[in-house]
C-alpha cells in the first residue's frame, strides 16, 4: 500500500511517498506562512501526482493556520480519490527522527506553541510517552524535562535560559513518518491544538430567564 504525508504543522512544508516502508519520493521546503501556495503543486511533483491508498496527516500541534490546511488538503484528496485518511502529531515525528539520528534512551520534543509557550512531549526510545502533551511557558518546560536532551523549533526558550544543555533544532519532515510506529499513525484527520483556544465567549447580557 503506497501512502502520501503531508506535513504542515511548522515553518516548513513537506511530503512523502512511503511504500512498503521505504520513502520512494519526498519534498520538503520551509515556507513560514506559505503552506496554502505550495502543498498542492508540491504533491502534484510527486509521483502520479502523489496518487496514494491512504494519506497521513500531521494534525498538530503547531501553526493553527498551518494544521489546518494540511488537514484540508488530506480530506479532499482522500474524498477525491476514495481512499482512507488518518493522522499523526508533529511531536512524536520529531522524536523519531532525533531518536534515529541520535539513539538515546529518551528525548524531549520541544515545539514553538504561541504566546510565549512550548509544546512539551518526552518520549522513550521505543516513542512511548512519559505524559501526555503540555503546553507551558519555557522555565517550566526546562524543569519538566531535567536533564533529558531535547529537539524541535522550541529548543531556543530553553537554550535562553540554560546554554549547557543538549539541544537540537529541528523542524518535523513528512519523511520521517516511516520511523513512526503504526500506533501514533490512527489519530482522527482532525486538529490538535495542544492548548485551550485565545477566545472567549461573550457572556450574554440577557438576564436569566
Given amino acids: 500500500m503506497r501512502t502520501l504525508v503531508i506535513e504542515t504543522a511548522t515553518a516548513a512544508c513537506s511530503v512523502a511517498l512511503i511504500e512498503a516502508g521505504t520513502v520512494v519520493a519526498r519534498a520538503h521546503e520551509v515556507v513560514g506562512r506559505g503552506h496554502a501556495e505550495r502543498l498542492i503543486p508540491m504533491i502534484a ?19 493553527f493556520t498551518g494544521v489546518r490546511v494540511g488537514i484540508a488538503a488530506a480530506r479532499g484528496l482522500a474524498l477525491g480519490w476514495g481512499v482512507s485518511v ?65 529537539a524541535g523549533n522550541g529548543v531556543r526558550w530553553l537554550a535562553a535560559l540554560d546554554a549547557s544543555l543538549d539541544l537540537t533544532e529541528a523542524l518535523p519532515d513528512a519523511a520521517d513518518a516511516v520511523r513512526l510506529p503504526p500506533a501514533w499513525t490512527t489519530l482522527a484527520a482532525r486538529p490538535i491544538y495542544g492548548r485551550a483556544p485565545d477566545a472567549k465567549p461573550t457572556p450574554s447580557l440577557m438576564p436569566p430567564r
Fill in 45 to 63: 511533483d510527486l509521483p502520479n501526482g502523489g496518487r496514494a491508498d491512504h494519506i497521513l496527516v500531521d494534525c498538530g500541534p503547531g501553526s
Fill in 86 to 150: 488518518s493522522g499523526f502529531s508533529s511531536l512524536p515525528l520529531i522524536a523519531a527522527a532525533a531518536l534515529a539520528a541520535s539513539p538515546r534512551d529518551a528525548i524531549a520534543v520541544v515545539m514553538e506553541g504561541g504566546h510565549g509557550e512550548v509544546f512539551l512531549q518526552c518520549f522513550s526510545a521505543d516513542l512511548t510517552p512519559h505524559a501526555d502533551l503540555a503546553s507551558l511557558k519555557p522555565d517550566a518546560a526546562l524543569a519538566a524535562i531535567g536533564a533529558l536532551p531535547a
